[in-house]
Structures are given as structure tokens and as C-alpha cells.
């Protein structure tokens, strides 16, 4: 019996989705009117400048992903209070004049707090503002996919992240079945950190995601099972606070986390 085709566009989809079937952005049309390989070496990087970007970047996500972004999302990116960096080919089409930019893949980032269930405490912490880096959207076009696009995108968020000793790490979710993104992420020395439990909501159907998570300056995994109250002690221990006072922080710690809310981050590929 012959094995069943996989008409998905993206493996970010559910496996067996058939909704994902066409492209919409307007490069996959410039490449077939280029008819020729990109030269890779000329790829650029760049920030978001024009609103055209904007446009497509909205059509390539929606063959990248399987979550409706909001317009705010995009107006976000626009306004550069999410970081994005995009990865540019500019070329002339053959009966054009004037040169056409396309965009061949893009990733969208911001700075978070640091969480404790990630990184290994450190009383340094009490001083200083550590931070992370989360990846919220990461996707490169079918048509130039395993040339080293996505390779090169990461390694511009690592370098921000290298010039700022105060990130300790960079991470992301992403839901397990997607098996090229999980490869991807561990070729770049990614490592698993935790699952979060139905996560993502996808066409009727709850998933969980995988937290995978590379330290950055010096930064450490956190104690497997460490737990709030030992963190909470082993600080008592060391500024010598009372111990009905660590209980009290013990509690108050708790039931923050039993009232935050749900988060619903954007998911990538």
C-alpha cells in the first residue's frame, strides 16, 4: 500500500489537515516569474520598514501557521513593539525596470522576564534584571527551505541576545508533532525544558506545547523539581529572614499563581 500524501503546506498544521493547500503571499508568483536558484549570498537582513511588508508578512503566516493572527498582532510588528527581523532577496524580474524585494522568511521576537522553572537561580537575581528572549512567530518559504535562511535569522536574535549579558536565555514553544521544527531547534543546540498542557487550541482540538529553551551569558538550567518554598528557604538561609516570614512568601507566591490567568502566546514553527 502506498503511503498517503502529505498535502500540507506547513507541518505546523495538524498532520491530516487539509486546509493547507495554497500559498498566498506574492513571492512564491516572483520566483516562478524569476525562474532561476536565489543566489543565498545575497540574502539580506533587515527590520520592518514599509507597510507592503507588512501585507505579505500577514499572507505568509497564514500559510505558516495554523492560528489567526489579529491585526493588532501585525500592527505590533509594525510599530516595533514586537522585534522582527526579515530575510530579503532584491532582485530585477525579467520586463521589470525597477528592482523587487521579496521576503523570504521572518522571525518575530520579544524581551520577557526571566522564569525560575527555566533558570537556575541566583541570588544575583535580586539585583539585577535578568531577561529572556521568547520567539513567538519563525517561518522561511517552502521554495528555499534547507539553504541555511532559518539558520541565519536565529543567528541574529543569539546575537542580540550575546550583546546584552543580562538575557539569559532564548525559547519558544512548539507543538510536538511538528517534527522539522523540533529537529531544527535541536540541531541549533535548543534542549527541552517542560510541556505545557493544552496549550494551543487548533481547529476544535486542544495541544500541548514543548518549551524548548538555549542559555545564553552564562545562564543555567534550573533545578529539575525545585520547587517555590526550597527557592524561597535557601534565600531565608542566606539574608537570614525568619522562617514564618519565608512561609508567608512561600504563600503569598502560591496563590499568584493560581490566580494568573491563562497565557496565550503565538505559536511558531
Not at 498582532?73 to 521589470?96: C, D, M, N, S
Not at 542566606?238 to 497565557?263: E, F, G, Q, R, W
Request: proline share 3%; with cysteine.
Amino acid at each position: 500500500m502506498s503511503k498517503k500524501k502529505d498535502t500540507r503546506l506547513s507541518q505546523a498544521f495538524p498532520p491530516g489537515f487539509k486546509g493547507n493547500n495554497k500559498y498566498y503571499a506574492k513571492v512564491h508568483t516572483y520566483l516562478k516569474e524569476l525562474g532561476q536558484e536565489i543566489d543565498v549570498d545575497k540574502i539580506e537582513f533587515k527590520e520592518i520598514e514599509y507597510q507592503w511588508e507588512i501585507d505579505e508578512l500577514q499572507k505568509l503566516h497564514k500559510e505558516w501557521f495554523p492560528v489567526s493572527y489579529p491585526d493588532a498582532f501585525f500592527q505590533a510588528l509594525y510599530e516595533k513593539r514586537y522585534e522582527t527581523i526579515l530575510a530579503v532577496y532584491r532582485v530585477k524580474l525579467p520586463g521589470e525596470r525597477l528592482e523587487k524585494t521579496l521576503i523570504l522568511g521572518s522571525i518575530s521576537y520579544e524581551l520577557q522576564p526571566i522564569s525560575n522553572k527555566i533558570l537556575k537561580f541566583s541570588m544575583k537575581q535580586l539585583c539585577r534584571e535578568y531577561q529572556a528572549i521568547y520567539i513567538q512567530t519563525f517561518g522561511v518559504i517552502n521554495e528555499v527551505r534547507n539553504k541555511g535562511i532559518a539558520s541565519k535569522l536565529l543567528s541574529q536574535v543569539l546575537q542580540e541576545a550575546d550583546e546584552d549579558s543580562d538575557i539569559k536565555y532564548v525559547y519558544l514553544d512548539v507543538i510536538p508533532y511538528n517534527e522539522a521544527a523540533i529537529r531544527f531547534y535541536v540541531k541549533q543546540n535548543f534542549s527541552y525544558a517542560f510541556r505545557r498542557e493544552g496549550f494551543y487550541e487548533l481547529f476544535g482540538q486542544t495541544y500541548d506545547s514543548h518549551v524548548y529553551v538555549l542559555f545564553r551569558n552564562g545562564g543555567k538550567r534550573a533545578w529539575r523539581g525545585e520547587s517555590c518554598r526550597k527557592l524561597v528557604e535557601k534565600i531565608a538561609h542566606v539574608v537570614n529572614i525568619p522562617s514564618h516570614c519565608a512561609d508567608l512568601c512561600v504563600y503569598l507566591s502560591t496563590k499568584l499563581k493560581k490566580n494568573k490567568k491563562k497565557k496565550t502566546d503565538f505559536i511558531e514553527v
